[in-house]
């Protein structure tokens, strides 16, 4: 029998989610129906339940009900626990699991597909949101030299890297830093706009990464203007639905062709 996820979000219509996870099922062999479900922003635990008991296996949870789902979860990840948000739930017969997979995402595909190693690099992270709270903790783990992170309301940079124990301000704390990667994790892409970073944060050789992904944003003309190599979002976007992927149906798809796909697409 086909088995049933879905991913929840409001609005939902735009997402590439289904088009991933068909591509993943074709791959893999595996027979599963994955269909885009528009949650009302006051009625995201009725959905969750009405599919979950309609004989859903397990669903992906987008903007805006990460930390709905967070707290929905019985059961959460020390990855969810530490991002403070759940992008994954895995419903079992009697609990509710809730994971976060946009980290792990996030560093595949700087070490694996971008070839960039993170241990002993400078990384400088913009934004404060639930974005970087999700990818932090895996960044950490590869044993950077440091995670700076940066904010326009400086007070939620240093409460977020106190809290992991980085290094965190305003923009103005970055006068004479430089970094191996740059990521962008605001939502100043989404509006247009560029965050108000130096030239000199991008150091020789720096890749400048944007969780954007579909077109060149403000921050990624930026760096380039100033050396950097750029990259989108895309390939995290595959990233963490492949680690999603493997949660539900334990094993992991080859995510290049996907990647091609969705980008030809």
């Not at 595996?30 to 479900?37: A, E, H, T």
């Not at 509710?96 to 690099?121: F, K, Q, S, Y």
């Not at 979002?233 to 493997?246: D, H, K, R, S, Y």
Request: hydrophobic fraction near 45%; include cysteine; charge should be negative.
């Amino acid at each position: 029998m086909t088995d049933h996820y879905a991913v929840l979000g409001n609005p939902i219509a735009h997402s590439k989610s289904p088009a991933i996870h068909g591509a993943f099922a074709r791959q893999t062999g595996q027979d599963i129906l994955y269909s885009p479900l528009l949650a009302p922003r006051d009625g995201f635990r009725e959905v969750v339940d009405a599919f979950r008991a309609g004989g859903g296996l397990g669903a992906n949870v987008t903007v805006p009900f990460k930390e709905e789902a967070f707290l929905l979860a019985h059961q959460r990840t020390p990855r969810a626990e530490a991002a403070g948000a759940v992008n994954t739930l895995v419903f079992e017969p009697h609990a509710i699991v809730g994971d976060n997979t946009d980290g792990v995402g996030l560093v595949r595909d700087l070490m694996g597909n971008l070839g960039l190693e993170l241990a002993g690099r400078r990384i400088l992270l913009v934004g404060a949101g639930g974005a970087a709270k999700g990818v932090i903790l895996p960044l950490l783990e590869q044993q950077p030299e440091t995670v700076f992170i940066v904010n326009r309301t400086p007070e939620k940079a240093t409460a977020l890297a106190d809290r992991f124990g980085c290094r965190g301000g305003g923009f103005g704390a970055l006068s004479g830093e430089g970094f191996d990667l740059v990521i962008h994790a605001s939502a100043a892409s989404l509006a247009g706009e560029r965050p108000p970073l130096d030239d000199a944060v991008f150091n020789p050789g720096c890749l400048a990464y944007d969780m954007m992904y579909g077109r060149e944003t403000p921050f990624m003309a930026h760096a380039r203007a100033c050396g950097a190599t750029v990259a989108d979002g895309l390939g995290m976007l595959v990233e963490q639905a492949a680690e999603a992927f493997l949660l539900w149906r334990g094993v992991r798809p080859d995510t290049r062709p996907v990647m091609d796909l969705i980008r030809a697409a």
